[in-house]
């Protein structure tokens, strides 16, 4: 096979990859909104005489310890996991995507602060840091949400800010600038356009990310409280019962890491499209 | 060069400066220190005289410039739980934890270097194919899932390794493998994607126009230069991994430092918490500098600014 058929074969898996990727993603957004009515029983509804009830029959992914339905646990944990990831995306991106352009493009003394506290942010292990603050303030939705975006916002700062020294030098600036534009104006219509596809190709990443944090933390008892299914908790939860029943850590495993593999390559397929040159 | 190296330095205090400043900052979070010291029912005047007796009746930037006049001598207070040093207690643990994450590196290395050599070699087989399936479901693996399945299979399953604890290089496998995993799949992609952009250069082409056999192209020229950026990142790696140790040595019940931090964060045992957070910041700034400095040795077309 010659190598531009290769790379062309290469280019249409990727994107075919990416194309699943958002068909699964999409599913999940569905089955999170509907969760009431694809359950086939109440996720946190226990029946200790339906304890370790093998995949099948009335319970197509089993029962776990307390006899509560593996299937209606996973669907209802999705929308925890959906929430958690675009709300903290959305904080984390608005406060780095403002601070960045602040930074970025004004430059001098506020610029040092920000990139001081960023880089003493990114000095901690992310996860202790996550740790102790939601052991400290408490468990539940908000707390997580709040410390997963304190752990983000530092990667918005950073693709903003190289953006926005970037643009501050172009031409179209200078003519705005020219033509009478206030600052506020210049970064609002002219800068902030073009720092959003960096932007954009960064969220799906730190959704990823954030999705996996949540997990991570509800996997240690910090997350969003063990009354609430999450596939993190789940997990936590049936480790203790590996010989008695793998199908219970088994699909809320398979579930985190299918959600997490279609948003990077949904990710991947966005970075080829805006920009070629990252293409590896 | 000793300007560049004078500037990194002070920058890397200023941020551990910062790092104590968040690590005070922990403490106050709940509002109280001192109910975390005192057990439940107790009367105002014994919080009272605890608070005293720590000094927490004191303004705020006073407790601060006491704490980081502790830090600089080493001095993080006691164990709650048992009196000990704090600082003590994280070093104690330190070792293991070492071991845990070079031993997850090094797995890493030995899997991702040959498959990232063949992938990009073979580019477009289904060896190449397999291999960037198989790093990128590594990419996406959350490490908690990856150990409880790996205890599924190779524990419950097939009883070859041990579920937990430290005895023995048995004990090891299974945690290493668990926290290499991210790390064998990134490098994976970044050396064969470095290693194909390497092999056009025109350098290559030279080489391989001189008549060079094709071992010695790949090897010499390509495979040193398409390197660099591995072999520059391996710092931060390390650092990186003695980080994220903290869920894996929850799982195999390895007795690190992630396990003590934990322990102490559910115990509310602050000293500890504080000193283990801050020991970790503190590895990864140095070891942020230790790059940025051998970066400059290795590369010197590098910009210093």
Same mark, same amino acid.
């Given at each position: 096979m010659n190598s531009a058929r290769a790379s062309w074969w290469r280019r249409f898996l990727r994107q075919r990859l990416a194309a699943a990727g958002g068909i699964f993603l999409a599913l999940l957004v569905v089955s999170a909104f509907f969760a009431p009515l694809l359950s086939i029983a109440d996720p946190v509804q226990q029946n200790l005489s339906l304890r370790f009830q093998p995949p099948g029959g009335a319970h197509p992914l089993g029962t776990d310890h307390l006899g509560r339905d593996v299937w209606s646990r996973v669907v209802y944990s999705g929308r925890i996991s959906l929430t958690v990831g675009a709300a903290a995306v959305l904080v984390a991106g608005t406060v780095g995507v403002a601070l960045g352009l602040v930074s970025g493009f004004f430059g001098g003394r506020v610029d040092d602060l920000i990139s001081w506290i960023a880089t003493v942010q990114l000095a901690f292990p992310f996860l202790l840091l996550a740790i102790a603050v939601v052991a400290f303030l408490g468990p539940g939705l908000g707390n997580v949400i709040l410390v997963l975006a304190i752990g983000g916002w530092v990667g918005y700062v950073r693709v903003t800010r190289a953006k926005a020294l970037e643009v501050r030098e172009r031409s179209f600036v200078e003519a705005a600038r020219a033509a009478g534009a206030s600052e506020a104006r210049v970064v609002t219509r002219h800068v902030f356009p073009n720092v959003l596809t960096p932007v954009?190709?960064?969220?799906?990443?730190?959704?990823?990310?954030?999705?996996?944090?949540?997990?991570?933390?509800?996997?240690?008892?910090?997350?969003?409280?063990?009354?609430?299914?999450?596939?993190?908790?789940?997990?936590?939860?049936?480790?203790?019962?590996?010989?008695?029943?793998?199908?219970?850590?088994?699909?809320?495993?398979?579930?985190?890491?299918?959600?997490?593999?279609?948003?990077?390559?949904?990710g991947d397929g966005l970075r080829d499209v805006f920009d070629p040159r990252l293409r590896t | 060069?000793?300007?560049?190296?004078?500037?990194? *330095?002070?920058?890397?205090?200023?941020?551990?400066?910062?790092?104590?400043?968040?690590?005070?900052?922990?403490?106050? *979070? #709940?509002?109280?220190p001192v109910r975390l010291l005192a057990p439940i029912g107790t009367s105002h005047e014994e919080l009272a005289q605890l608070r005293r007796a720590h000094g927490l009746d004191? /303004? *705020?930037?006073?407790?601060?410039?006491?704490?980081i006049g502790g830090v600089t001598r080493g001095d993080f207070g006691k164990s709650l739980r048992n009196q000990q040093p704090a600082l003590g207690l994280v070093v104690e643990r330190l070792p293991a934890t070492l071991r845990l994450a070079a031993a997850a590196m090094a797995i890493a290395l030995i899997v991702a270097v040959p498959i990232g050599i063949l992938s990009a070699l073979r580019r477009g087989s289904i060896f190449d194919h397999a291999?960037? !399936?198989?790093?990128?479901?590594?990419?996406?693996?959350?490490?908690?899932?990856?150990?409880?399945?790996?205890?599924l299979v190779f524990v419950v399953l097939i009883p070859l390794f041990p579920a937990g604890g430290s005895q023995g290089w048995q004990s090891l496998v299974l945690p290493a493998i668990t926290l290499g995993m991210y790390n064998m799949a990134r490098t994976t992609r970044v050396l064969r994607s470095e290693l194909l952009e390497v092999l056009g250069?025109?350098? @290559?082409? #030279?080489?391989?126009?001189?008549?060079? /056999?094709?071992?010695?192209?790949?090897?010499?020229?390509?495979?040193?230069?398409?390197?660099?950026?591995?072999? #520059?990142?391996?710092?931060?790696?390390?650092?990186?991994?003695?980080?994220?140790? @903290?869920?894996?040595?929850?799982?195999?019940?390895?007795?690190?430092?992630?396990?003590?931090? !934990?322990?102490?964060?559910?115990?509310?045992?602050?000293?500890?918490?504080?000193?283990?957070?801050?020991?970790v910041a503190t590895v990864y700034v140095g070891l942020n500098l230790a790059t940025d400095i051998l970066y400059v040795f290795l590369n010197p077309q590098v910009r210093l600014t």
């Open positions: 954009i190709v960064l969220s799906t990443f730190e959704v990823a990310r954030a999705i996996i944090g949540e997990a991570a933390l509800s996997f240690l008892g910090l997350g969003v409280g063990i009354a609430t299914p999450s596939w993190g908790g789940m997990l936590a939860e049936a480790k203790d019962y590996l010989a008695e029943a793998w199908w219970a850590s088994t699909f809320p495993g398979l579930a985190i890491m299918l959600t997490v593999l279609s948003i990077n390559v949904v | 060069m000793t300007g560049y190296i004078g500037r990194r *330095l002070l920058q890397s205090v200023s941020v551990l400066f910062g790092v104590s400043m968040v690590v005070f900052a922990l403490v106050h *979070l #709940t509002g109280d004191r /303004p *705020l930037p006073e407790q601060y410039l006491k704490f291999g960037m !399936v198989i790093a990128l479901l590594g990419q996406s693996m959350p490490v908690f899932w990856l150990g409880v399945l790996l205890i250069q025109d350098y @290559v082409r #030279t080489a391989r126009a001189k008549g060079a /056999p094709e071992m010695r192209v790949v090897l010499r020229h390509a495979l040193r230069n398409s390197l660099i950026p591995v072999v #520059t990142v391996l710092a931060l790696d390390l650092a990186a991994l003695l980080a994220g140790s @903290v869920i894996t040595e929850q799982i195999f019940a390895w007795p690190g430092l992630g396990r003590l931090a !934990v322990g102490a964060i559910y115990a509310r045992d602050y000293p500890v918490v504080q000193a283990a957070v801050f020991v």
